[in-house]
């Protein structure tokens, strides 16, 4: 794949089927708990992006052993557990999720590493998992709250905390943090984010309790032994929406992406399509590991409404705002997108992004401290380069503008996409 991606019009719309590829959290989160299952198992469609490799590499500089036996399958071998001679220095590349579950579960074991990442990952805020963490007793030593983070693994103690952000994140570092301490550690959130931890770990036998009460919606565990199961992993909306929206706007389209992992922390995408009044139905629905599954049927729709996104739908979108602000441009009417600050903490800083690019492209998008406002409009007809600044989930938006933009475009850095999803220009070819 060319790093500068050249693109033009889709006159003929998208048709057919796709099966989407695996759910990056939930990969992590097989690859993690799996490796603390201290025996072998088996992990069905493990996703392959640049991130969940660089959990993998980790997790076998400690000592666990993996092998392929097909394309997206592996047997997890660790049954000689997690261990280091002497500080070991990790490597999350570009993974967040690498690097801040990852902290969680080094800061209980028996040696110390140093986490790195690449340039994007080491300005990303890693005080949201150290500041819980010491409380627990962690002991880090950070570049001022960011990567390196050096951690000397140590005995925890449980702790109860009201996460200031809700951010699945943050309260699976302290699951997986809780998970070796003998007393409840409890983790309240205001509103909440992605559960596929608790999900897997219940899959597991772990002790583990989830509810809601009058502080927020918490999750409860203490320390487990986990039952060595095999985990199959769900196809990933988070990519499955790039091929929504563009199946919405590019007029004569009518697919069907199969395999999509539809837990309800994941599906603000769908609410926003029902306020957009998009044609979409789920047919299929199954469950998966314990994860709910379905395929999405998403034909062109002409009329698309307005929306709003804010409050407790941020958590269940998060991933999708840029392609959502896609499918904004595209409404008829002013849709809004507010309490999403922390989409400036992203791989790229996701609002100043996402409007320097609209206004190249003649779009009208005003920047706000937590969100844009967007006024849709039907044709976009200016020629543009665009610049990713290797964050992957822009490129792949802006190459869905491009489906409808009549002038030519060209995306810069587009490579960037292989850190979530390799395919995804293969799949789009499939549909043309
Ligand atoms: C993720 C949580 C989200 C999301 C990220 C993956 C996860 O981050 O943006 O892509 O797997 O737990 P936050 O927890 O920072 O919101």
Redesign the pocket.
């Known amino acids: 794949m060319d790093n500068i991606l050249k693109t033009e019009k889709l006159i003929n719309g998208l048709k057919g089927e796709i099966i989407i590829p695996p759910d990056?959290?939930i990969s992590?989160r097989a690859l993690i708990f799996g490796a603390l299952t201290n025996s072998k198992i088996k992990i069905k469609n493990l996703s392959k992006g640049e991130d969940c490799v660089s959990t993998l590499k980790i997790l076998e500089k400690l000592g666990v052993k993996y092998q392929f036996i097909s394309e997206h399958d592996l047997i997890l071998d660790s049954t000689e557990g997690l261990s280091a001679k002497e500080k070991v220095t990790l490597n999350c590349n570009n993974s967040?999720?690498s690097a801040r579950l990852l902290s969680g579960l080094f800061s209980r074991c028996d040696f110390s590493c140093v986490l790195i990442g690449d340039n994007s990952l080491s300005k990303r805020p890693m005080k949201r998992i150290i500041e819980p963490l010491e409380l627990m007793g962690a002991k880090i030593k950070s570049n001022d709250n960011k990567l390196p983070l050096e951690i000397q693994g140590t005995d925890l103690k449980a702790i109860t905390y009201y996460s200031p952000i809700s951010?699945?994140?943050?309260k699976?570092a302290l699951i997986l943090a809780g998970l070796g301490v003998d007393e409840p550690t409890r983790i309240y959130e205001k509103t909440l984010?992605?559960n596929h931890s608790e999900i897997m770990l219940s899959y597991l036998g772990a002790d583990i309790k989830t509810g809601c009460d009058k502080e927020g919606y918490f999750v409860e565990v203490k320390k487990s032994k986990l039952t060595p199961k095999d985990i199959e992993i769900a196809g990933d909306i988070s990519s499955a929406a790039f091929f929504m929206v563009a199946g919405a706007i590019v007029p004569n389209s009518e697919i069907i992406i199969k395999n999509v992992g539809i837990n309800p922390t994941r599906t603000g995408i769908l609410d926003v399509f029902k306020q957009a009044e998009i044609n979409f139905s789920i047919l299929n629905e199954r469950t998966v590991s314990n994860e709910l599954v379905g395929d999405i049927q998403v034909r062109y729709t002409k009329n698309i409404k307005p929306f709003e996104i804010k409050g407790d739908l941020i958590?269940r979108l998060?991933?999708e705002i840029p392609i959502l602000a896609v499918l904004a441009a595209q409404a008829k009417g002013t849709s809004t997108i507010s309490d999403a600050q922390?989409l400036r903490n992203?791989e790229s800083d996701r609002i100043k992004t996402i409007a320097e690019a609209f206004l190249t492209l003649g779009i009208d998008i005003a920047e706000k401290p937590d969100g844009f406002i967007i006024n849709g409009q039907n044709n976009i007809n200016k020629s543009a380069v665009l610049e990713t600044y290797l964050d992957h989930r822009l490129a792949m938006s802006y190459y869905v503008l491009s489906l409808i933009n009549s002038s030519k475009m060209e995306i810069q850095g587009f490579n960037c996409v292989n850190t979530s999803f390799p395919e995804f220009l293969k799949l789009m070819n499939e549909l043309k």
Do not use: E, N, W
Request: no cysteine.
């Open positions: 990056k959290s992590h967040g999720t951010s699945a994140q943050v699976s984010s992605r958590p998060i991933d922390d992203k």
